[in-house]
């Protein structure tokens, strides 16, 4: 069985996960006690070969899950988490959009206080596996995400770089951050500036700069040399985010390079460019 737990923070998108996952041939099952996790193997092994199941804080006996994930891969069932974490601000704007209630919130403690809560019992879960920070994600974008990560060979350690513009924030499932706004801009060229790092004239005009070139050999350098200790890990993901000012151009155009170059090293890489995919 191919058994993928989503869970995250209340208002993240995990309904949107999950309905994503059952498009792509998944058996769903929502708010799951992780106390019946040994079960739902037991019942579902032989009818069902991917089975994907919702658990968060309205789940009882939430406590239990990383020990019940921990005795299914000891059965051989290959498990992987996916977290889904946002900022207080952009679920505080979901809430209060929808007029839905935060399972936490009560009378006596603010809608923000509620999700700083919850981030807090889920702390444990957050590092069970991979995140996705949808603060700034439409639902189509992060369906389109949860694909790719359904699509990848998780059998191995996967790549995942990601631009982003400083101005809009650094993302929240970043392992490492590289801040390339001492680059030369292609902003201030007329010419480039509706362009982006993956049209040829920007490239051309980065790929002319000796400071790109040498930013571009230190990141690799350091992904290379740490990459096989996060092997030994067991990690399923590490992700990279380069950001610049706007994240349109040198952040796009160093991710672009290095996934192509760790491509070509035989590593599993998957490219997103945050600001991009929010103005489409």
């Known amino acids: 069985m191919q058994l993928i737990i989503v869970t995250g923070l209340s208002g993240s998108g995990k309904s949107v996960v999950l309905k994503a996952l059952e498009d792509t041939g998944y058996y769903c099952i929502d708010n799951l006690p992780a106390t019946l996790l040994p079960q739902i193997y037991e019942n579902l092994n032989d009818a069902q070969e991917r089975v994907a199941i919702s658990t968060d ?3 009882a006996a939430l406590e239990a899950l990383p020990e019940n994930i921990e005795k299914l891969k000891a059965q051989g069932v290959n498990v992987q988490v996916l977290f889904l974490e946002s900022t207080t601000q952009a679920l505080v704007k979901r809430f209060s959009e929808t ?3 935060h399972p936490l919130s009560s009378e006596d403690i603010t809608l923000a206080e509620s999700i700083e809560y919850e981030r807090q019992l889920l702390s444990p879960l957050a590092e069970l ?3 996705i920070d949808t603060s700034d994600l439409s639902a189509n974008t992060l ?3 949860v694909k790719d990560f359904v699509a990848s060979n998780n059998s191995s350690i996967t790549l995942l770089f990601t631009s982003f513009g400083f101005k809009h924030g650094i993302p ?3 392992d490492f951050v590289f801040d390339v706004r001492c680059l030369p801009n292609p902003h201030y060229d007329p010419m480039l500036r509706p362009m982006t790092g993956r049209d040829l004239p920007v ?6 700069q ?3 070139r ?4 230190d990141i690799e350098n350091f992904i290379t040399r740490w990459l096989p200790s996060f092997i030994l890990e067991n990690r399923s993901y590490l992700t990279i985010a380069i950001g610049c000012t706007g994240g349109q151009h040198r952040s796009v155009h160093l991710v672009e390079e290095l996934g192509k170059h760790f491509t070509c090293q035989k590593q599993q890489v998957l490219i997103r460019h945050r600001e991009l995919e929010l103005s489409l």
Not at 203 to 208: N, P, W
């Open 143 to 145: 369906r389109g995400w």
């Open 203 to 208: 490239k051309a005009f980065l790929e002319q």
């Open 214 to 217: 040498e930013m571009y050999k």
């Open 57 to 59: 804080t309205r789940s």
């Open 129 to 131: 596996g991979p995140h």
């Open 99 to 101: 007029r839905r209630r």
């Open 172 to 174: 929240l499932d970043a």
């Open 210 to 212: 000796p400071l790109v």
